[in-house]
Every structure is written in C-alpha cells, then in structure tokens.
C-alpha cells in the first residue's frame, strides 16, 4: 500500500466552483501534514499546512481526521489561477525509523479551472 | 525571497554524459537535504537524503554508484548523474528542511532531457 493515496482526477470546473480534493495516509502515527501546489513543469511550493482542528486560508479550507487518516482540501469560489495540480503530504515523523524532514507525496489531484 | 537555489534549471545532453546539479541553502545551515525525482504524471519519489560531512542515504531502488552524493558543506548538495542515459530524463529536485514538523523548501529543479 502507497504511504498517500491521492485520486489523480483530473477535476474541470469552472470559475466560482466550490471542489474538494481528499487523500489518505497509511501511517497513523505521521505528524504533520500539508498541501502543496504544482504547476506545470515547477517545482511544488507549500500552499498550507494542515492542523488537527482544521484550518482555513482565505477561499482554501484543509481538514485532518487522525481516526480515518484522512486529509481533504476545500477550494471555494474557484479562480483560472488555481489550475494546478494538488499535492497531499505527510511527514512520518522520526519515530518510524525515517529521517526527520523526510516527506511523502501523493501522486497529485489535477485541477483545471475553465471561465 | 528564495530559500534554495538548483542549479542548473535544464540539461539536455548525450547518452553517457555526465550531469551535475547543485542545491544551495541560501538562508540557513543545512545538515540534510533531500533530492528527489519525478517523472511525468508522477508523484515526486525522493532518492536519497543528503547528510553533510557524511554519507548520503539511499531509497530502495536508488543506485548509490549512479547517482552520486556530495554535501561538503552546510550549505551546498550536489547530485552527479553518472553515465546518463534517455531513461534518467526526468525532473529532479531538491529540498532543505524547514525544521521539526515543517514544511520543506524546494529547489526550483532541474529537467534532465538524456539524447
């Protein structure tokens, strides 16, 4: 089983769509988790980290459920601009015999945003 | 303003070339780094995690000899693809640890096009 399990998509909407992107993790005792974006041919670069209690960043919503080692993203009001694709991280922690800092990356949700 | 520079931004020479990238830590002292690859419409796999003044580590499946590890310095990993071939084409990047439990800062990578 893959450490995080992204569904690729990809996902069409169009402007002011409301979509969420979900993945899951196989170690329940990682630490820390976040989301990342990818644009094409870049390099990924941190779009937010993702807190017990949820958290929200402008139009960008992220949910954790340790007991279902679940992670989702909530984009509301969909602008062209966050056509990319959407990366779930997680980061094992040290404990599992893994180097600190080392991440595990989803294979991306693909976004395209039409007008 | 960047946190790590890559060097260079793309390559494309002949089979059997030798390619070196560079990864520098501009803002702070880096003990690890890490270097991943990705190919096209994949998740980003890391390779190996770079260790200054020591050993790099390698991921299962990661030829030591092929890939070649230098972290000389707190601030600069460098990853040598030796003997390049077209199936080593791929999208590789580096990152430097933003501490316990953050997020990691990326490279801008470097596309490797093997002729």
């Known amino acids: 089983r893959k450490e995080v399990e992204q569904d690729p998509g990809p996902f069409n909407v169009p402007e002011g769509a409301t979509v969420a992107f979900n993945c899951t993790y196989s170690?329940?005792?990682?630490?820390?988790f976040f989301w990342y974006r990818q644009d094409c041919r870049k390099e990924p670069k941190l779009l937010m980290s993702?807190?017990?209690s949820g958290n929200e960043d402008g139009r960008f919503t992220a949910q954790l459920n340790r007991a279902s080692q679940y992670i989702s993203l909530l984009i509301r009001d969909s602008k062209l601009s966050d056509s990319a694709t959407y990366l779930c991280?997680?980061?094992?922690?040290?404990?599992?015999?893994?180097?600190?800092?080392?991440?595990?990356f989803g294979r991306g949700t693909q976004l395209t945003v039409w007008p | 303003g960047a946190v790590v520079s890559q060097h260079p931004s793309r390559v494309i020479c002949k089979s059997g070339t030798s390619v070196k990238i560079e990864c520098r830590s501009l803002?702070?002292?880096?003990?690890?780094m890490f270097w991943y690859r990705q190919f096209p419409k994949q998740s980003l796999m890391l390779m190996a995690t770079?260790?200054?003044?020591?050993?790099?580590?390698?991921e299962q499946g990661v030829e030591k000899d092929k890939f070649l590890i230098n972290h000389a310095s707190l601030t600069l990993s460098t990853l040598t693809v030796t003997s390049a071939h077209p199936e080593d084409s791929s999208f590789y990047i580096c990152?430097?640890?933003?501490?316990?439990?953050?997020?990691?800062?990326f490279g801008d990578g470097t596309r490797l096009s093997i002729l």
């Open positions: 990152s430097v640890n933003g501490g316990s439990n953050q997020p990691q800062h």
């Open positions: 170690n329940s005792a990682s630490q820390s």
């Open positions: 993702v807190y017990s």
């Open positions: 991280v997680v980061n094992p922690g040290q404990g599992r015999g893994s180097t600190l800092g080392r991440l595990y």
């Open positions: 803002d702070f002292q880096a003990t690890t």
């Open positions: 770079s260790n200054e003044g020591s050993k790099a580590t390698y």
